[in-house]
């Protein structure tokens, strides 16, 4: 991305041991990344219903976290109705949300996390340890389909101290446990009420549900006594759903709506001359993906993966797609804002000659490839695809396109077509995206990629202490994805947003995910 800011608020700034013994006690560290400062604002004002034109809905949705995959149940999930354990604060530091701060083992191997008291669920049950072990065991149950299963699965033991202490002893040393747990699937409910909390969207948030219309739009009004005192100052909250990019632009500029994700950069101009919109965006680790199912042909072939990937003109889909906002990528998923970061790694670039030659060491020559897309994948997927359709003409290859409907896209395309569009926001540690979505076996692994060295190295980075060595770890991993994998990365995507000017905020914007780390409902207030 532009301005390459990797370290400026990252862990890389202390040794990893330094890491381990210094803030984690008191509930807080530094995440690799960071938001955008602005001019500061008056101190914030409470009242008023807060209305989000908001991508993403579909008509499956509901409040089971373990489901969750786009902006729209991300935002009214964790932060709005639900709480995690830990949270990554607009800065890029991990501070405690239900957990107020957690000790490690010398070897990171037993984490001790001491639980915030007096939180109420929003039927009046408290919030303890055995809420946190019941939520904890969904992800890792016989039946469970949650991305957040590695995470939970990492885990051998969880020990009840007491009702506000709990013990959790891993296969393994994980120096980044306490930032997993701020996985927005990881929402905690209470315990022995966990089908009623699903049905109904009981969580320990700010705002309690008082009505969801999957696909449609979910009401939440002001929890009163709520735990967080400097935290959710308007009364209600009103997610629309808004998955058209330019029915969500007009929504704004009419006031239909106070701030909107993903604006359209086709039309930037017209919010930027509107004097009652602001335009705020992030650079963080977001990134646009075409991923390739390695266990079917022709994807199981390297030299065929390697052709594909010289097939796209990064460039022009920067320029095209992005209108600048973002930076080339290299076919793995660690981003600039990411502290190990392999920032030397040859860049990958369009070259069609060579991927025709590829094709033809695999016997593919004249290859005809299915891809499937729509624009719920990411904003401008289909004229991406068809970009990329033109430039692989180039190198021998004929691509069929397939648009796809946006409603139902993650659940009828992404995971089942063979290859299809994708994006994925990235994570505030490298072992955590990589654990997310590229281990083997994990349910979001994108592609089925399987490679012995990439697993051998992923368990040592996690539970390697020194910084230097971890980097080392990290780099090799990215060169292997970028070689071998099935995930075409062609660019970063900033987060570009936009509000109303009758909202407020400190003036840092989380980087994490979208519309201020999804944590706009918490973050923000009226002018």
């Given at each position: ?28 560290t530094?995440a690799a ?7 500061a ?45 830990t ?78 202490q ?47 219309d ?117 076919d ?43 624009n719920?994948?990411f ?29 139902g ?101 989380g ?17």
């Amino acid at each position: 991305m532009p301005d390459k800011q990797k370290d400026k608020a990252g862990l890389g700034q202390m040794d990893r041991r330094e890491f381990l013994g210094a803030g984690v006690a008191a509930g807080v560290t530094a995440a690799a990344g960071t938001g955008l400062t602005t001019a500061a604002h008056a101190a914030p004002k409470k009242g008023g219903t807060l209305k989000l034109g908001i991508s993403g809905a579909n008509t499956s949705d509901s409040w089971d976290g373990r489901t969750h995959s786009d902006i729209y149940m991300i935002m009214a999930g964790h932060g709005t109705a639900f709480d995690c354990l830990t949270e990554v604060d607009a800065s890029g530091k991990l501070k405690g949300e239900l957990a107020e701060s957690w000790e490690p083992s010398a070897d990171a191997k037993t984490w001790t996390f001491n639980l915030r008291k007096g939180v109420t669920f929003h039927n009046g049950k408290s919030f303890g340890a055995d809420d946190v072990i019941e939520s904890l065991n969904l992800h890792t149950a016989e039946d469970a389909k949650s991305a957040a299963k590695p995470i939970v699965s990492s885990i051998t033991d969880m020990k009840k101290m007491n009702d506000h202490q709990i013990q959790f002893t891993l296969k393994g040393g994980n120096a980044d446990f306490p930032f997993l747990l701020s996985d927005y699937h990881i929402v905690m409910h209470p315990a022995g009420g966990v089908a009623e909390s699903i049905a109904k969207g009981i969580g320990t948030g700010g705002y309690k549900v008082e009505n969801h219309d999957p696909g449609v739009r979910t009401i939440m009004s002001k929890y009163d006594g709520h735990y967080k005192t400097d935290a959710c100052f308007f009364d209600s909250v009103e997610q629309i759903a808004i998955n058209d990019t330019s029915a969500r632009m007009n929504a704004l500029m009419t006031g239909q709506v106070d701030a909107i994700n993903a604006i359209d950069f086709k039309t930037e101009a017209l919010l930027k001359r509107n004097p009652n919109v602001k335009i705020f965006e992030v650079t963080g680790n977001q990134h646009f993906t075409f991923p390739m199912q390695t266990g079917i042909a022709p994807f199981d072939n390297p030299d065929v993966r390697k052709a594909i990937k010289l097939a796209f003109n990064r460039q022009e889909m920067l320029d095209k797609i992005l209108q600048g906002h973002g930076a080339i990528a290299n076919d793995h998923p660690i981003g600039p804002a990411n502290q190990y970061w392999h920032k030397d790694l040859a860049q990958r670039e369009y070259d069609p000659e060579q991927a025709k030659a590829l094709l033809k060491k695999a016997g593919m020559e004249g290859l005809t490839v299915d891809l499937s897309a729509a624009n719920a994948a990411f904003a401008g997927a289909l004229d991406a695809s068809q970009l990329l359709q033109a430039s692989a003409k180039a190198a021998g290859i004929n691509i069929k396109l397939t648009q796809e409907p946006d409603d139902g896209y993650w659940s009828n395309v992404w995971l089942k077509k063979p290859w299809c569009a994708c994006y994925w926001s990235g994570r505030a540690t490298e072992d955590w995206m990589f654990a997310t979505a590229y281990e083997s076996g994990v349910p979001w692994n994108d592609t089925g990629w399987e490679n012995a060295r990439f697993q051998e190295l992923l368990l040592q980075g996690r539970s390697e202490l020194d910084t230097d060595k971890r980097r080392a770890i990290y780099h090799e991993m990215q060169q292997l994805c970028s070689d071998d994998g099935g995930t075409v990365v062609p660019m970063y995507a900033n987060y570009v947003d936009a509000h109303s000017t009758k909202l407020a905020n400190t003036g840092q914007f989380g980087n994490l995910w979208k519309m201020d780390g999804a944590r706009i409902s918490e973050r923000w207030w009226f002018a």
